[in-house]
């Protein structure tokens, strides 16, 4: 029946029709449920099962697990801190539909913790698809093309760097500033040299600090603010350390129930997405390797030579704590290793990771007014990613040319 309903309606989009611009749009729906009916079927073609609509696909299936933090843990960490009367229920919608199912506000009850956590996480994710697709369909409308699906991967990645209680106003503004300056004005998917999630993210970072890291976003509750372990750190003495300042422990970190973004708490979460990204062949393990290397080995250094001449509490953190705080996994996971904009080639894949794992400690420690370096260094190693590709592809040819010169 929907596939009758959508032959229909094609003629009314066909080129000479009246919603002629409008056929990106059904083009896009009608793709997403069902196989595009021009295919190539010649023998002359090379056909291969990994297309653009099952890479991104597959991507937000591996982000599965990050949509169950954002959703459990979001609601765990209001309903703990309204249990323990350090807060009180988010006035307003919210409260109503919780009161309509029945659901209170108990931190050891599963489903209300995935209820509180879905209505913060959804409205977010609603308002990222509905203005971030206006975009992506306005700029395939003017330009005649499809809808591609890489938007499918942005909408997924965008909302679960945020914090629950960020204003819905300030959703819309950050992933228009994603679409249309990190993707579209350079031509769309393809040809854009920085993640569009994380030019977004970015924007809003700059924009407005208060609301992307003050210490009363983490939590959906009234009344009460929480520093991230990253946050506590960066204003830390060097006597003092993530549990003392925080009560979490390593193994709290590492599973995300945890003051953070809504998706980027747990690396648990992000290690299982991992599996499957480089199991199917979408996320570069070079990349991973190359940006936990880095990151390794800076923070080592910083650990190792800061002794007692620094009061600098972030030069003394060791550093498997640099791997579970912040959005360390979540970046090195699913930002860094984005094929569009990350290096292209195997060797340059390993110096484009360690110039994140390096730029990332370096920014946590040296700058303690950007305490979550991750962001910024993938942006800086997408800039020099087609250099190094570049000097890497030139190498490879000065080399061939000794080996084979006659």
Known sequence: MLRKLLDRLHPAFSKGSKLEKLY??????????????????GASHVRDGMNLKRMMSLVVVALAPCFFMALDNTGYQANLAI???????????REDVM??????????????????????????????????GAWEGLFASVRKHEINEGFLVTSALFPLTLPPTIPLWQVALGISFGVVIGKEIYGGIGKNFLNPALTGRAFLYFAYPTQLTGMTIWTAADGFSAATPLGAMASAQVSDTIPALTGYSWLDCFFGYIQGS????STLACLLGAVLLISVGIGSWRVMAGVVSGAFVTSGLFWIFSGNATQNAMMTLNPFWHFVIGGFAFGTVYMATDPVSAAMTDVGRWFYGI???????????INPAFPEGIMLAIL????????IDYFVVQAN??????????
């Open 397 to 406: 040819i000065k080399r061939r040319e000794a080996r084979y010169a006659a």
């Open 262 to 265: 809504m998706g980027e708490s």
């Open 99 to 132: 009161t309509a199912l029945g659901r209170g506000h108990d931190p050891a009850s599963f489903v209300d913790n995935m209820v509180l956590g879905a209505l913060f996480f959804i409205p977010v994710y609603f308002v990222t698809v509905a203005v971030g």
């Open 355 to 365: 110039l994140i794992g390096v730029m990332t400690i370096l920014i946590r420690v």
């Open 24 to 41: 990106p749009m059904y083009e896009a729906i009608d793709t997403f449920l069902y196989t595009p009916s021009d295919t190539t079927k």
């Open 380 to 387: 800086f190693g997408n800039t020099f990613a087609p250099l």
């Open 83 to 93: 249990a323990n009367g350090q807060g009180t229920p988010i006035e307003g919608w």
